[in-house]
């Protein structure tokens, strides 16, 4: 099979791209997709709805990362189950950002970060030499801890990926359903040539959310993105990732661990040193860890 991405580094050929079958040529990166705090009774959303089987989105084999001398992560093996919210924890400096940055390859942009091991979209290993990571990054896209917005128009925040991959075609549609699909429509609609930096800050993380999937990504990772908000905010935007795992996987990385137990459906425990401990069921995380050091850390001993 061929894994080369020209369709979607040439954005002469969007247009062809974006209407192309899923046959045996097309690569895993170019297919579409297809069309507080808590209780032991309110842990994970599994909980609250019928467990259905998923399959595998994203998969790290003996995944390490250094920073120079330094190892941030150590051997990281998990299988992410696409169309769910997978919360990481842990203390800081854990390494739980720096495996998030490394699913989308963001870690490219620092010169001393290197990675080892095979870090798997789809089957194929994202660190292979014949993928484009800007190709990959329309697939996965990001979403960071404190909200970004250009200082351009919140029309044009939105459309600015679309541009960037040389859509034309229906932009005010798209730019539509992405600030719909990021609960943000009813609240902007009538202003959308006023600048996204004047909105408050929920609204400019859920603005960046819009921003983030109007490219129609598969997967949206998230840097802690309701660290910065107020309570009320941060409850929109957790209603939100639901919301959004009904048509996306949702990786999410948070120090809340009550947060992690209301929204999420999985759940991996990062601890010091860059190993993954723990992963698996969140209400099983929560109420009945495998590992004493995850429990101590769930628990407030340590951490």
Known sequence: MNFGLPTLTNTANTSTANSATNDESTTPLERDRPADGSSSTDAGRSSTRATTETDTIIEARGVDVYYDADQALQSVDIEIP???VTAMIGPS???KSTFLRSINRMNDLIDIARVEGELRFHGKNVYDEDVDPVALRRKIGMVFQKPNPFPKSIRDNVAYGLEVQGTTDDIDERVERALKNAALWDEVRDQLDKSGLELSGGQQQRLCIARAIATDP??????????????V????????????????TVVIVTHNMQQAARISDKTAV???GGELVEFGETEKIFENPDHDRV????????G
């Open 218 to 231: 598969e997967v949206i990772l998230m840097d802690e993105p309701a660290s910065a908000l107020d309570p």
């Open 295 to 302: 429990e101590d850390y769930i628990t407030g001993k340590f």
């Open 233 to 248: 905010a941060t409850s929109k935007i957790e209603d939100l990732i639901e919301e959004l795992a009904e048509e996306y």
């Open 82 to 84: 696409e169309r769910q």
């Open 270 to 272: 990062f601890l010091t």
């Open 93 to 95: 400096g854990c390494g």
